[in-house]
Structure formats: structure tokens, C-alpha cells
């Protein structure tokens, strides 16, 4: 009988050359990460502390934090802390506040953590190397115990190969992290065409989709901003009608903190590295749709970070980030993951 491999969350393992720390720039705590689901035990505790704080949202076909007309969340204080956090500390916080903007991938050498990058404070400015032990409280369950988001013992390389283990997996992977360390472009890292051919549905279909789920909401503004530039792309007659920037204000917040900008293509290797390293795609698809993807949605970072660039006179590093902010947010959303499905190489 083959052996069978094992996933461990011990011992903690940060992606050399991951920076983060929390400075508080309250992006998170706005309608931008979805503020939920809660469980339903979550929902309980936040009603008792306040009736008005959370319940169902028929929208999202789940329990939510609700949030006030601006965005924020109810708990959400003037000053940008968490009243939860404030009055109890940060363990009475539900599970996805606690975390984010950090992720636990159980492999077999040990616990990957991971990092979103729609976060000033993980994408802007210097910052600290991320320490994987300062990060444990954030990824523990009620038990103290590290809680993994995924287990990947093993990697399909194509969709319709076996996959393979672990450690070959490993050798593939340092050589990318490797190449995008050294300031190899991302796109060539990848080595994957964007805009690759959909099954039963065309991009511009896809766009028009996109562009439709406009809703009021800053989520509905990054997934119109991703239509509106995937039209541009396709069609070089297309005038881009994209809407604005409702994060703009927790960017503003980080560049004043930090006052110096990064290099464009920087902040774009940083984050496909970490799409590598949390390895997202590792249980319902293949490396090849994945880079195919990622290709995809780097180009249409690149658009949108060029756009903000040129309208709104906002520095190059600075663009590049809050257009991360615009595809990260597309990539985790059912829209993407219906679209990858259709992804035919
Ligand atoms: S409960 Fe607190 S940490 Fe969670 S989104 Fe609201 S303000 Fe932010």
C-alpha cells in the first residue's frame, strides 16, 4: 500500500522575503473583505454584545458583520480600532477579523503562513520581515491550538496529470520564488499567455458579467474597475469607464506613514510569490490554470495600476498596490472561481 504523506502546521514557515506587520490602516475592517461569514456561534456572541452588529445577508447567502452606509463595519470606532478588540480583547473577535490578513496552509514540511496582499499594510512602504510565531495568535483556534485554512500534500501540475509529491513539487516552486527574489519579471516567471481560452463563455461575455455586478458596495467597484479594464485590454477602441477608488482613503493613511514608495514591478513579484506559496489552486485545480490565471489577472493589475498612475498622479508603488487590491478581491470571489473552472488550456 502506497505511504500515505502527512500535513503538519508545525513547525511555522513564513516565505522568505514576506514583509507584514499591522499598523492599523483599517482597510480590513470595511465592506471590502465581505466582513464575514461568521459561524453561527460567532453570530450569537456579536448579537449579544450588540443586536444591531451582525445577521443574515441575503446577498451573500450568509451570516455578516453588518456594516454602517460608509463601508465600515458597525464595530468599526472613529478612530479606527475595533470595539470588539477594545472593550475584550482581540480573541472575542470572529475567526475571519482575527486572521486577516494572514492564512495557514498545512504541507508536509510544516505550516505556511500566508498573506493577502489587498492590505496597505502588507503591499506599502518598509516594513518588518513577517514573523511567523508573531503571527500564531492570529491563526489559532479557540483551543490555542494553530488552525490550518488548507492541507496540500501533494500537487497537480496539469489538469489532467497525476499529481505529484511534495518535494517535487518543492524544487519547481524555489526556482520561481528564486527567479522573482532576483527581480525576474513576474510575467516571465509565470511563462503563461493571459486571457487563455474559456470554455462556453468568451472574456468579453465574462466582462460584461462583471461590469453587471456593480452593487453599491467597494467590492462592486473592484469587480466593475476588473470588466471595465478586461474590455479595455480586448478592445483598444474601448473608453474606460471605471469607477473610483473607495480605499483610497486606508492608502492615503499608509502613505503618509511611510512616505517612500516601491518599485511597481516589486509589489507585483512580491504578490505572485505569495500566490505561489499559499498555494490556493493546490486542491480543486492544476499549476497550469493557475499560472494562466495569475497571467490574466497581472495583466489586468498592470492596466489598472498604469490608469491610476496616469489619472490620479498617485506614485507608481502606491497604484500598484491598490490594483492589487482590485484583482485579489475579483480573484477570491465566486465570479473568479466559475471563470477558472471554464479556463481551457
Ligand atoms: S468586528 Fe472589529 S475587527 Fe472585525 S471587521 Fe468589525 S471592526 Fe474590524
Known amino acids: 500500500m502506497a505511504k500515505k504523506t502527512r500535513t503538519q502546521v508545525r513547525p511555522l514557515i513564513a516565505r522568505p522575503g514576506a514583509q507584514y506587520t499591522c499598523f492599523g490602516d483599517g482597510l480590513c475592517c470595511t465592506d471590502i473583505h465581505g466582513l464575514g461569514p461568521l459561524t453561527k456561534k460567532e453570530l450569537v456572541q456579536v448579537r449579544k454584545r450588540d443586536s444591531r452588529g451582525a445577521g443574515w445577508d441575503e446577498d451573500f447567502e450568509e451570516r455578516m458583520l453588518r456594516t454602517a452606509p460608509d463601508g465600515g463595519c458597525h464595530f468599526l470606532l472613529p478612530d479606527l480600532r475595533c470595539r470588539i478588540h477594545a472593550e475584550t480583547g482581540p480573541e472575542a473577535k470572529p475567526d ?186 493546490a486542491e480543486d485545480s492544476s499549476f497550469d490554470v493557475c499560472r494562466a490565471e495569475l497571467a490574466t489577472r497581472l495583466a489586468v493589475a498592470r492596466a489598472v495600476a498604469r490608469h491610476y498612475r496616469e489619472t490620479w498622479g498617485i506614485a507608481p508603488g502606491r497604484s500598484a498596490a491598490e490594483a492589487l487590491t482590485v484583482v485579489e478581491l475579483v480573484g477570491d470571489s465566486e465570479f473568479w472561481s466559475e471563470l477558472v473552472e471554464r479556463i481551457r488550456l
Open 96 to 281: 475571519g477579523c482575527r486572521r486577516f490578513p494572514l492564512g495557514l496552509v498545512a504541507t508536509p514540511e510544516g505550516g505556511r503562513v500566508t498573506t493577502h496582499h489587498r492590505c496597505p499594510c502588507r503591499t506599502m512602504g518598509a516594513r518588518p520581515d513577517l514573523d511567523p510565531e508573531a503571527a500564531l495568535p492570529s491563526l489559532v483556534n479557540r483551543a490555542g491550538r494553530p488552525k490550518a485554512d488548507a492541507r496540500v500534500d501533494k500537487i497537480r501540475l496539469e489538469r489532467k496529470a497525476k499529481r505529484v509529491p511534495f518535494e517535487e513539487w518543492r524544487a519547481i516552486e524555489g526556482r520561481m520564488l528564486d527567479a522573482l527574489a532576483a527581480g525576474t519579471e513576474p510575467e516571465r516567471v509565470l511563462d503563461a499567455d493571459p486571457f487563455p481560452r474559456l470554455k462556453g463563455s468568451s472574456w468579453e461575455d465574462q466582462a460584461d458579467e462583471f461590469v453587471a455586478a456593480t452593487d453599491g458596495t467597494s467590492f462592486g467597484v473592484a469587480i466593475a474597475t476588473f470588466g471595465e479594464m478586461v474590455r479595455s485590454l480586448l478592445d483598444p477602441e474601448h473608453r474606460y469607464r471605471g469607477p473610483g477608488r473607495p480605499w483610497a482613503s486606508a492608502y492615503d493613511r499608509a502613505e503618509a506613514r511611510e512616505g517612500e514608495d516601491r518599485p511597481e514591478d516589486e509589489v507585483f513579484a512580491d504578490w505572485i510569490a505569495d500566490e505561489i506559496w499559499s498555494l490556493g489552486f
